[in-house]
Nanobody
Framework: QVQLVESGGGLVQTGGSLRLSCAAS???????KHWFRQAPGKGREFVAGISWTGDDIVYAESVKGRFTISRDNAKNTVYLQMNSLKPEDTAIYYC??????????????WGQGTQVTVSS
């Protein structure tokens, strides 16, 4: 059974940092992994993606230079280090997995999400 379980969300002040984790289980260890987010009243948007080997990484323009995606395949976990957080980063953050795409429109699997709130 495939599962993606996010953790690490919370409330932080503007300029602060958080690290999100996503623990994966099931037959998706070699899948590309991603982070998406959905702010209140908005659609879900791509944040970052990382290939199975970690050699290929892509970021949304809005988070470049502030967020870092990484993965530890021995632990089947993907991370999102978020620095210099802004109120507009407030959203539910979702982990996802796809067998092929580094920047998919519709990943094969989704996690349940973790709330990140940045106060001004």
């Amino acid at each position: 059974q495939v599962q993606l379980v996010e953790s690490g969300g919370g409330l932080v002040q503007t300029g602060g940092s958080l690290r999100l984790s996503c623990a994966a289980s099931g037959r998706i260890s070699t899948y590309a992994k991603h982070w998406f987010r959905q702010a209140p009243g908005k659609g879900r948007e791509f944040v970052a993606g990382i290939s199975w080997t970690g050699d290929d990484i892509v970021y949304a323009e809005s988070v470049k230079g502030r967020f870092t995606i990484s993965r530890d395949n021995a632990k089947n976990t993907v991370y999102l280090q978020m620095n210099s957080l802004k109120p507009e980063d407030t959203a539910i953050y979702y982990c996802s997995a796809d067998s092929l795409a580094l920047h998919p429109l519709t990943p094969d699997y989704w996690g349940q999400g973790t709330q990140v709130t940045v106060s001004s």
